[in-house]
């Protein structure tokens, strides 16, 4: 998507090319640590993590020079990063130069990052199980392997229908039920309770059994 930036808009003055500041440059370098831990390249994560703290939009030029990186390098990136929903174009009027900025919406960020990583993880691997267990189970090896299977196929669309529901929340309401916390446990002990269930593992104290 194309985002113009308005003449009387502050970030509509191109900033002059800077060097990071020790602040920004310790997040910068641990977000390319994590980064290469979550499975994307060490430059993608310290570029998004130069955008993220970046006051106005930075084009090519300036991330060059403030991670000293190549120009390739950061071209890549950006196309990585923008693959990922998490870069915006931005354009300045008067300069011809492409600007990049990150959402400024935190929680935005983080619903691209689980919608992605569930788009590219977790459904491929949904389809591949379904096709497995579709598979004729023809000794009682492959029909234990088909049980496993359906079990995690059971776990992992257990959550993506929890994450489908979730989706769905406005950032306040979402906020609020994270923020609920461990009182969500309690209201569904306090119903187990209620309909007279015991927890798994717990022992009932009219039989003495868990």
Not at 4 to 30: G, Y
Not at 116 to 124: C, M, V
Not at 185 to 191: N, S, Y
């Amino acid at each position: 998507m194309d985002f113009s930036i308005t003449p009387d808009s502050p970030a509509s003055v191109a900033p002059e090319p800077r060097h990071l500041s020790p602040l920004t440059q310790a997040f910068v370098l641990h977000f390319g640590e994590m980064g290469s831990r979550w499975g994307i390249n060490r430059t993608v994560g310290q570029i998004y993590a130069m955008l993220f703290l970046a006051d106005a939009p930075r084009h090519a030029e300036e991330i060059c020079e403030a991670l000293s990186l190549s120009r390739g390098s950061v071209s890549m990136g950006l196309k990585e990063l923008a693959s990922w929903n998490l870069v915006q174009l931005r354009h300045v009027p008067g300069d011809r130069r492409d600007y990049y900025a990150t959402p400024s919406d935190v929680w935005a960020i983080f619903r691209t990052l689980v919608e992605e990583r569930k788009r590219r993880e977790i459904d491929p691997t949904l389809t591949t199980l379904r096709t497995l267990m579709m598979e004729p189970a023809h000794d009682p090896a492959d029909r234990f392997a088909q049980a496993r299977m359906a079990a995690m196929h059971e776990q992992i669309e257990l959550l993506t229908d929890w994450y489908a529901d979730m989706r769905h929340l406005d950032n306040d309401r979402l906020l609020a039920l994270l923020r609920l916390g461990a009182r969500v446990v309690r209201v569904l002990d306090f119903k187990d309770r209620v309909l007279g269930r015991s927890k798994p593992g717990r022992e009932d104290p009219k039989n003495g059994r868990a």
